[in-house]
């Protein structure tokens, strides 16, 4: 007994110290507007690791003293072979059976001017959120005139390409070159992604018969070209990029790549080639999109092997994960939850 009274006294002495040490911590930290609950912390300049055996990437790690809050948010990405950012075009084609695994019918949800069409889902919904925009904006003459093609009908477009040219007297060696630039060979066309998509006017197609250039000079060819970047939309072939696209310019050719990218690359006025080149380059960029949300974008190389991959990631949120086709991963975190 004579021995707990002492320690009772201790325990109650250190007591009164903490909570003194605790109020004036409190006091100190409301007058400067401080958030008083401990923030996990981590670390953001951690590079990101890649276990490519078994298909694993983090994203950031943990550090200082509230280590043990910090438990990363597991993402599950699958098929990113076929995802949002890959390049297709001469120099790196799809194989033959190439099928994107989501796929959403486009008829009763926006115009089109045949019937079947066909469209990833993703970049489906966003379309007809963008349909319904300009709509709202007074633009209402748009439709959709080609979506997704198979490689077997791209295949029937190209050789009747092929053969227009060989009746004005070219080789067919010629020819087919002729016919590259206005129609992509099997296996180089982005329709075959299902993640492309030709927009023109109704009473335009009346008036062409066709897909015409003109187009960039109606108010629907006008709108797209000053919008379609907030639904994660680019214009695909531009007028000045057709050197490093190798297609001429088609004002009406509309390529998904999803958010943030669509906006970056028209800020920065890069086509896709240029803009893998840029990822390439870089490894790892941060953005922050003009709704101000911040994104960190991850280029790792030599993944062409990956397929389905988790993503573990100790800061903000893996949204997207893509292969870029030609042997790069890009991971797109959106930073807004912790940061
Ligand atoms: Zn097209």
């Known amino acids: 007994m004579k021995k707990i009274i002492p320690s009772f006294i201790t325990v109650l002495f250190l007591l009164f110290i903490f909570s003194a040490e605790f109020s004036v911590s409190s006091l100190d930290m409301q007058a400067v507007g401080l958030v008083v609950e401990p923030e996990p912390v981590v670390d953001v ?11 694993k990437i983090t994203i950031g790690g943990k550090g200082g003293s509230a280590e043990a809050l910090v438990k990363p948010h597991k993402f599950e990405f699958k098929d ?3 995802g949002n950012l890959i ?12 099928f994107h695994p989501a796929m959403s019918d486009l008829e009763g949800r926006v115009p089109c001017s045949k019937s079947s069409l066909i469209l990833a889902e993703e970049a489906a919904n966003q379309l007809a959120k963008m349909f319904e925009d300009a709509k709202s904006e007074g633009v209402n ?5 080609s979506a997704y093609r198979s490689y077997s009908y791209q295949t029937a477009l ?4 092929v053969n227009t040219y060989i009746k004005k007297g070219k080789t067919k060696s010629e020819a087919k070159k002729l016919a590259g630039k206005v129609v992509a060979a099997p296996g180089t066309s982005e329709h075959q992604t299902g993640l492309a998509v030709d927009i023109f006017s109704k009473e335009l197609l009346q008036r062409t018969g066709g897909l015409e250039e003109v187009f960039d000079q109606s108010d629907e060819g006008k709108w797209l070209i000053k919008n379609s970047h907030k639904y994660g939309f680019i214009l695909r072939y531009p007028q000045d990029k057709q050197d490093l696209t190798r297609i001429i310019y088609e004002p009406w050719h509309y390529r998904y790549v999803g958010k943030p990218h669509a906006e970056i690359m028209v800020e920065k006025n890069m086509c ?7 990822l390439k380059e870089n490894q790892r960029i941060e953005y922050t999109s003009s709704n101000g949300e911040t994104f960190l974008i991850y280029y790792l190389d030599n993944a062409s092997d990956l397929n ?3 993503v573990y990631a100790y800061v903000g949120q893996a949204v997207n994960a893509s292969s870029d ?4 991963l890009i991971l797109t975190v959106r930073m807004d939850k912790i940061i």
């Open 325 to 328: 086709n030609t042997g790069g």
């Open 158 to 161: 190209f050789n009747n390409k």
């Open 45 to 55: 300049a951690v590079p990101i690791q890649a276990d490519y055996a078994n298909g």
């Open 141 to 145: 003459d748009l439709t959709v005139v």
């Open 87 to 98: 390049l297709v075009n001469q120099s790196y084609p799809v194989e033959k059976h190439f």
């Open 272 to 278: 896709l080639e240029e803009y893998i080149e840029y």
């Open 80 to 82: 990113i072979g076929k």
């Open 308 to 310: 389905d991959i988790e």
